[in-house]
Protein backbone atom coordinates (compact mmCIF):
# COMPACT_ATOMS: atom_id res chain seq x y z
CA UNK A 1 0.00 0.00 0.00
CA UNK A 2 1.41 3.20 -0.54
CA UNK A 3 2.09 5.18 2.30
CA UNK A 4 3.96 7.89 4.42
CA UNK A 5 6.83 6.13 7.06
CA UNK A 6 8.37 7.77 9.99
CA UNK A 7 11.19 6.11 11.55
CA UNK A 8 11.74 6.01 14.38
CA UNK A 9 8.06 5.81 16.01
CA UNK A 10 9.56 6.92 19.28
CA UNK A 11 13.24 8.68 19.70
CA UNK A 12 15.05 9.80 22.72
CA UNK A 13 17.72 12.21 22.60
CA UNK A 14 19.84 14.21 25.06
CA UNK A 15 19.59 17.82 25.28
CA UNK A 16 22.13 19.58 23.13
CA UNK A 17 22.58 16.31 20.97
CA UNK A 18 21.60 16.29 17.02
CA UNK A 19 19.06 14.68 16.18
CA UNK A 20 17.39 13.67 12.80
CA UNK A 21 13.73 12.26 12.25
CA UNK A 22 12.87 10.69 8.95
CA UNK A 23 9.97 10.25 6.27
CA UNK A 24 9.53 8.35 3.55
CA UNK A 25 6.70 8.14 0.99
CA UNK A 26 5.73 5.45 -2.09
CA UNK A 27 3.14 8.00 -2.86
CA UNK A 28 4.92 10.26 -5.07
CA UNK A 29 3.39 13.32 -3.50
CA UNK A 30 5.49 16.37 -4.56
CA UNK A 31 4.66 18.11 -1.37
CA UNK A 32 6.43 16.92 1.86
CA UNK A 33 5.50 19.18 5.51
CA UNK A 34 6.95 18.84 8.82
CA UNK A 35 4.44 19.70 11.87
CA UNK A 36 5.63 19.58 15.43
CA UNK A 37 2.39 18.98 17.80
CA UNK A 38 2.77 19.48 21.25
CA UNK A 39 0.86 18.11 24.26
CA UNK A 40 -2.72 18.77 23.88
CA UNK A 41 -2.26 21.34 20.96
CA UNK A 42 -2.94 21.58 17.23
CA UNK A 43 -0.30 20.06 14.81
CA UNK A 44 1.86 23.52 14.38
CA UNK A 45 3.62 23.66 10.33
CA UNK A 46 7.54 24.06 10.59
CA UNK A 47 8.16 23.63 7.23
CA UNK A 48 7.18 22.38 3.79
CA UNK A 49 9.29 21.20 0.61
CA UNK A 50 6.84 21.95 -3.02
CA UNK A 51 9.37 19.34 -5.18
CA UNK A 52 12.79 21.03 -4.52
CA UNK A 53 11.86 24.77 -3.44
CA UNK A 54 11.79 24.67 0.32
CA UNK A 55 9.34 26.67 2.28
CA UNK A 56 10.21 27.80 6.03
CA UNK A 57 7.05 29.60 8.35
CA UNK A 58 8.47 32.65 9.62
CA UNK A 59 8.06 31.19 13.33
CA UNK A 60 10.50 28.29 12.92
CA UNK A 61 13.02 28.37 15.45
CA UNK A 62 16.79 27.91 13.51
CA UNK A 63 17.31 25.60 15.27
CA UNK A 64 15.59 22.78 13.14
CA UNK A 65 16.68 22.30 9.35
CA UNK A 66 15.07 20.05 6.69
CA UNK A 67 16.87 18.49 3.85
CA UNK A 68 14.71 16.50 1.10
CA UNK A 69 17.25 14.62 -1.05
CA UNK A 70 14.73 12.88 -3.46
CA UNK A 71 11.31 13.32 -4.35
CA UNK A 72 10.71 9.97 -1.37
CA UNK A 73 12.75 11.52 1.31
CA UNK A 74 12.53 14.39 3.55
CA UNK A 75 14.19 14.69 6.79
CA UNK A 76 14.02 16.96 10.16
CA UNK A 77 17.20 17.70 11.74
CA UNK A 78 17.35 19.52 15.11
CA UNK A 79 20.73 21.02 15.91
CA UNK A 80 20.34 21.23 19.59
CA UNK A 81 17.30 19.80 20.98
CA UNK A 82 16.07 22.12 24.37
CA UNK A 83 13.56 20.37 26.66
CA UNK A 84 11.00 22.53 24.88
CA UNK A 85 11.55 20.05 21.61
CA UNK A 86 9.90 18.23 23.29
CA UNK A 87 6.72 17.02 21.00
CA UNK A 88 5.27 15.03 18.62
CA UNK A 89 6.66 15.40 14.90
CA UNK A 90 4.01 14.25 11.77
CA UNK A 91 5.27 14.19 8.19
CA UNK A 92 2.54 14.68 5.81
CA UNK A 93 2.74 14.92 1.76
CA UNK A 94 0.66 16.11 -0.74
CA UNK A 95 -0.23 16.10 -3.71
CA UNK A 96 -2.01 19.65 -4.89
CA UNK A 97 -4.82 19.46 -8.12
CA UNK A 98 -6.19 16.38 -6.61
CA UNK A 99 -9.73 16.09 -5.43
CA UNK A 100 -9.16 16.44 -1.92
CA UNK A 101 -5.16 17.41 -2.12
CA UNK A 102 -4.33 13.82 -1.20
CA UNK A 103 -3.06 14.83 2.09
CA UNK A 104 -1.40 12.32 3.65
CA UNK A 105 0.27 11.50 7.25
CA UNK A 106 2.97 9.63 8.69
CA UNK A 107 2.07 7.85 12.09
CA UNK A 108 4.28 10.63 13.89
CA UNK A 109 7.69 10.03 15.61
CA UNK A 110 7.38 11.36 19.56
CA UNK A 111 10.92 12.61 20.41
CA UNK A 112 11.59 12.70 23.85
CA UNK A 113 14.54 15.45 25.05
CA UNK A 114 16.47 13.67 28.60
CA UNK B 1 -6.19 34.48 5.88
CA UNK B 2 -7.74 31.24 6.75
CA UNK B 3 -8.87 30.55 10.16
CA UNK B 4 -10.39 27.39 11.92
CA UNK B 5 -12.47 27.43 15.03
CA UNK B 6 -13.71 24.97 17.89
CA UNK B 7 -15.44 26.20 20.18
CA UNK B 8 -16.14 22.59 22.38
CA UNK B 9 -12.78 21.95 24.10
CA UNK B 10 -14.28 18.48 25.60
CA UNK B 11 -17.28 16.11 24.43
CA UNK B 12 -19.02 13.25 26.32
CA UNK B 13 -21.35 11.16 24.54
CA UNK B 14 -22.96 7.62 25.50
CA UNK B 15 -21.94 4.57 23.44
CA UNK B 16 -24.76 4.00 20.30
CA UNK B 17 -25.83 7.89 20.60
CA UNK B 18 -24.90 10.73 17.61
CA UNK B 19 -22.40 13.54 18.23
CA UNK B 20 -21.96 16.75 16.70
CA UNK B 21 -18.70 18.16 16.67
CA UNK B 22 -18.28 21.98 16.05
CA UNK B 23 -16.11 23.74 13.57
CA UNK B 24 -16.40 27.03 11.96
CA UNK B 25 -14.02 28.38 9.08
CA UNK B 26 -13.10 31.54 7.57
CA UNK B 27 -11.02 32.34 4.55
CA UNK B 28 -11.51 34.88 1.39
CA UNK B 29 -10.50 32.18 -0.73
CA UNK B 30 -13.05 30.92 -3.18
CA UNK B 31 -11.72 27.69 -3.25
CA UNK B 32 -10.91 25.74 -0.24
CA UNK B 33 -11.48 22.27 1.38
CA UNK B 34 -12.14 21.28 4.80
CA UNK B 35 -11.19 18.71 6.69
CA UNK B 36 -11.74 16.42 9.70
CA UNK B 37 -9.00 13.97 11.00
CA UNK B 38 -9.23 11.53 14.11
CA UNK B 39 -6.13 11.49 16.50
CA UNK B 40 -6.14 8.85 19.71
CA UNK B 41 -3.71 9.02 22.25
CA UNK B 42 -1.35 6.79 19.77
CA UNK B 43 -0.92 9.46 18.40
CA UNK B 44 -1.56 9.04 14.47
CA UNK B 45 -3.34 11.51 12.67
CA UNK B 46 -6.12 9.22 11.18
CA UNK B 47 -8.22 11.22 8.32
CA UNK B 48 -11.98 10.95 8.30
CA UNK B 49 -13.85 13.01 6.03
CA UNK B 50 -13.07 15.48 3.53
CA UNK B 51 -15.88 18.68 1.55
CA UNK B 52 -14.82 20.75 -0.50
CA UNK B 53 -16.04 24.42 -0.90
CA UNK B 54 -18.02 23.66 -4.58
CA UNK B 55 -19.54 20.30 -3.85
CA UNK B 56 -23.00 20.37 -3.59
CA UNK B 57 -24.01 17.43 -1.26
CA UNK B 58 -22.84 16.97 2.39
CA UNK B 59 -19.63 14.28 2.79
CA UNK B 60 -20.43 10.96 4.48
CA UNK B 61 -17.92 8.43 5.11
CA UNK B 62 -19.24 5.35 6.90
CA UNK B 63 -20.57 7.00 10.29
CA UNK B 64 -19.51 10.47 9.85
CA UNK B 65 -21.20 12.78 7.93
CA UNK B 66 -20.30 16.45 7.30
CA UNK B 67 -22.85 18.86 7.68
CA UNK B 68 -21.80 21.88 5.60
CA UNK B 69 -23.12 25.12 5.91
CA UNK B 70 -21.24 27.37 3.53
CA UNK B 71 -23.30 30.80 4.20
CA UNK B 72 -22.66 30.25 7.87
CA UNK B 73 -19.08 28.79 7.44
CA UNK B 74 -19.27 26.02 9.36
CA UNK B 75 -18.79 22.61 8.94
CA UNK B 76 -19.50 20.53 11.80
CA UNK B 77 -18.91 16.49 12.03
CA UNK B 78 -21.90 14.27 12.98
CA UNK B 79 -20.30 10.51 14.52
CA UNK B 80 -23.63 8.65 14.39
CA UNK B 81 -24.10 5.53 16.54
CA UNK B 82 -20.82 6.40 18.84
CA UNK B 83 -18.04 3.43 19.67
CA UNK B 84 -15.90 3.30 22.50
CA UNK B 85 -13.04 3.55 20.11
CA UNK B 86 -14.26 6.96 18.95
CA UNK B 87 -12.91 8.42 21.99
CA UNK B 88 -9.84 10.53 21.16
CA UNK B 89 -9.07 14.16 19.97
CA UNK B 90 -10.77 15.87 16.69
CA UNK B 91 -9.27 18.22 14.65
CA UNK B 92 -11.23 20.89 11.48
CA UNK B 93 -8.61 21.84 9.76
CA UNK B 94 -9.47 23.81 5.98
CA UNK B 95 -6.91 23.84 3.40
CA UNK B 96 -5.48 26.12 0.54
CA UNK B 97 -2.11 26.54 -0.17
CA UNK B 98 -1.81 24.49 3.42
CA UNK B 99 -3.49 22.86 6.12
CA UNK B 100 -4.96 25.04 9.21
CA UNK B 101 -5.91 23.67 12.40
CA UNK B 102 -8.80 23.88 14.62
CA UNK B 103 -7.62 23.77 18.65
CA UNK B 104 -9.38 20.58 18.64
CA UNK B 105 -12.24 18.81 20.40
CA UNK B 106 -11.40 15.82 23.04
CA UNK B 107 -14.07 13.48 22.64
CA UNK B 108 -15.12 10.81 25.10
CA UNK B 109 -16.95 7.79 24.93
CA UNK B 110 -18.80 6.67 27.61
CA UNK B 111 -20.31 2.82 27.94
Known amino acids: DAMVIQNPRYQVTQFGKPVTLSCSQTLNHNVMYWYQQKSSQAPKLLFHYYDKDFNNEADTPDNFQSRRPNTSFCFLDIRSPGLGDAAMYLC?????????????FGSGTRLTVV | AQKITQTQPGMFVQEKEAVTLDCTYD???????LFWYKQPSSGEMIFLIYQGSYDQQNATEGRYSLNFQKARKSANLVISASQLGDSAMYFC????????WGLGTSLAVNP
Open chain 2, 93 to 100: AIAARKLI
Open chain 1, 92 to 104: ATSLPGTDNYGYT
Open chain 2, 27 to 33: TSDPSYG
